[in-house]
């Protein structure tokens, strides 16, 4: 990771388990360096960090807009860029070590609070009723089953469902976990990934003993890919969550999902 991005170090009083003290705060707002927020998304994402954590956005004439928490800064920077290129123009952006909801919290208020002190006022975008920045998120489509259930004997093989699921769809994610929750890290990076981008894509939970029975190792043999996530696109396995990342960054995804 870039030595840009300064990390906030969390302390937690083990006398008082349920109450977490920030002992070493993020570098301020003020003092945080400014980046420029390209319009190649690739080259952008480049730039910024996976991981969870504090930004701000500034327009054009360095206004500042809209100060959010994520978890997956990039993606989210992505995604404003995307949607509102005249108001994101450049980040200033902090990474939170170990974070939970209290410590992402604790750094967006941090920023906020310093922000109204120098200019007595709300960004724009964080103010209430505001719908600009932060919209009532869409509901997320389902994820796939591929058989009615563990206990309910198949009339066609396991394999040729597979098939068919990958031929008759533009883009599959074989993910552990669901898109709405994703239950490793690569699986979130992958869910980020295709969200930020805006392409219609199905997944499928591999760890769903339940109605994706036998998927795991039976999706190993059809892709010859003996990890997960796995991500196909127009019938052809593209790979996992380092290629995918990797063409995203250098902004080779474009073309095969068009």
């Known amino acids: ?3 840009n991005f300064k990390r906030l170090s969390i302390t937690v009083n083990t006398r008082r388990p349920r109450s977490p003290i920030i002992v070493a705060a993020l570098k301020k707002l003020s003092e945080a360096e400014l980046v420029f927020v390209s319009s190649e998304s690739g080259e952008l994402a480049g730039k910024l960090p996976s991981e969870s954590g504090v930004y701000a956005v500034f327009d054009k004439n360095l206004e500042l807009q809209f100060i959010g928490i994520s978890r997956n800064i990039g993606a989210s920077v992505v995604a404003h860029r995307n949607s509102l290129p005249e108001l994101c123009s450049s980040v200033k952006v902090a990474v939170v070590d170990d974070p939970d909801r209290s410590a992402l919290t604790q750094a967006w208020k941090s920023w906020m609070e310093e922000h109204i002190g120098a200019t007595g006022k709300v960004p724009p975008g964080n103010e209430t009723g505001n719908t600009t920045w932060v919209r009532q998120a869409p509901r997320k489509k389902a994820d796939i ?14 394999e040729e469902l597979i098939d068919r699921l990958v031929k008759e769809n533009k883009v599959v ?7 709405s929750a994703p239950m490793c890290g690569f699986s979130q990076r992958v869910v980020g990934i295709l969200e930020s981008i805006g392409v219609d894509y199905e997944t499928v939970n591999v760890l769903d003993e339940e109605y994706n029975y036998g998927l795991r190792e039976t999706l190993k043999s059809y892709s010859n890919w003996p990890t997960f996530p796995q991500i196909f696109v127009n019938g052809e396995l593209v790979g996992g969550c380092d290629i995918l ?6 902004g080779e995804l474009a073309e095969p999902l068009e």
């Open 1 to 3: 990771m870039s030595s």
């Open 173 to 179: 994610a074989f993910i552990k976990g669901s898109r």
């Open 245 to 250: 990342s990797s063409m995203f960054e250098k």
């Open 145 to 158: 089953r591929l058989t009615p259930g563990r206990h309910v004997q198949l009339t066609v093989p396991l």
